[in-house]
């Protein structure tokens, strides 16, 4: 049994500052810098490090700086745009490795940052249809990244060593490049239909930017439709219905490399992935009284 006897205290302070400037009745210009500090979960001291009486873990502090302007009308017209710029020290990120119960972990990266523009959008095409969409597009790096403790083996599975690989920067695990999200909505006399689009770029299962070891980018959609009426006695009655995967796409969402290894000078990734469900549907019935 290992001993995770141990007393943790995290002091922090967390200011934020920021200006806000009304450019005019439809336009703001904005621009903040925040430090924001978290510390470890239960999980991350108990399986951080293996075999450590006292796991010395540490907590992850980020300064934020974000510029930003949006632009708004009565007309349902709206335009947005966000700078960020998030440097960290010690961030907690997931590793691709799990425990022996199957948990994902995490670990610190002593130097990271995240950046990036966000773009928000929407407009009332005519009084029956509306869009609403958003797209991000971000870096999420480590520097100096050294992935450690990789097994080789020869041809007849007799262990040889571990081997560290120095890859330089690379990219965050679980943090795609690109995620959009589209909504397109017709409405008319207590009728509403809305097609949800979503896109999200690859995700590489550990910090060293390997395709081979990757979630690939995927898109999805999803179509919503609803019907509200009035009987008496009640506020109202909707009916709903969501077909959920619109197209049967196959896509999964998330994964983890259950062991990566060198066999006979060739790395081998065995990796498990989380499928999503082809095309399904959900009905539903609200009564407001």
Do not use: C
């Not at 959008?121 to 992935?147: C, M």
Request: negative net charge; without cysteine; aromatic residues 14%.
């Amino acid at each position: 049994m290992q001993d995770l006897t141990g007393d943790f205290v995290y002091n922090f302070f967390n200011p934020k500052a920021g200006i806000n400037l009304n450019l005019n009745k439809s336009s703001r210009l904005y621009t903040s810098v925040a430090v924001g500090q978290r510390e470890p979960l239960r999980n991350d001291l108990k399986d951080g490090i293996k075999g450590e009486s006292v796991n010395p873990i540490k907590p992850e502090r980020m300064i934020d700086y974000e510029l930003g302007y949006q632009y708004t009308r009565t007309n349902g017209l709206h335009l947005g745009a966000n700078f960020y710029y998030m440097k960290y020290d010690n961030q907690l990120i997931l590793t691709g490795k799990i425990s022996e119960i199957g948990e994902m972990l995490t670990s610190n990266i002593p130097d990271s940052y995240r950046t990036g523009i966000e773009l928000t959008g929407a407009v009332q095409i005519s009084p029956l249809l509306r869009w609403d969409g958003n797209i991000t597009f971000s870096e999420n790096k480590i520097k100096n990244f050294v992935e450690q403790d990789i097994d080789v083996y020869d041809g007849d599975w007799n262990w040889i060593e571990s081997r560290s690989n120095e890859l330089g920067t690379t990219n965050i695990a679980y943090s795609p490049d690109i995620v959009a999200n589209s909504i397109l909505t017709f409405s008319y006399h207590g009728f509403e239909t809305a097609l949800h689009s979503n896109y999200v770029g690859r995700q590489y299962l550990d910090n060293t930017s390997s395709k081979e070891r990757s979630i690939d980018a995927y898109f999805v959609n999803n179509l919503r439709a609803s019907y509200s009426f009035k009987v008496p006695h009640v506020e109202s009655v909707e009916l709903g219905i969501w077909v959920n995967n619109l197209f049967n796409v196959e896509y999964e969402t998330n994964g983890y490399n259950w062991y990566s290894y060198y066999l006979d000078g060739k790395r081998v990734n065995e990796k498990r992935y989380f499928p999503q469900a082809g095309t399904n549907a959900l009905a539903s019935i609200t009564v407001k009284f």
